[in-house]
């Protein structure tokens, strides 16, 4: 098997029924409350699996927000690109037609 290029990101590891399950329970609480839930708690001293897939589920829709955000950012410089475009074409129409105009008048 070859070796990934380094800063390659690995493929996700499949989820387990338990963690399917949480998936399907955390999606219908509302962020705050998931969020409350994901809060580490200092006076707990083992590991909590179902704490740390809320906060890998909290990470996982705050990447896809961002993802949309940037998504929604793109969209517009390419609406503002698109224009500028149009309007440098019609700034050398207008100065072309200028130009002809002088020429055979």
């Known amino acids: 098997m070859p070796t990934p290029p380094p800063g390659a990101v690995s493929p996700p590891e499949p989820e387990t029924p338990e963690q399917l399950e949480w998936r399907r329970e955390f999606s219908s609480w509302p962020e705050s409350k998931l969020r409350m839930y994901a809060e580490p ?25 961002r993802d949309a955000r940037e998504t929604a950012t793109l969209r517009a410089a390419d609406r503002a690109n698109l224009i500028a475009w149009i309007a440098i074409a019609m700034a050398a129409i207008s100065i072309a037609k200028d130009i002809a105009a002088l020429m055979f008048n």
């Open 41 to 65: 708690n200092p006076s707990s001293v083992g590991f909590d699996g179902r704490k740390a897939f809320a906060r890998a589920l909290l990470a996982e829709r705050e990447s896809a927000k």
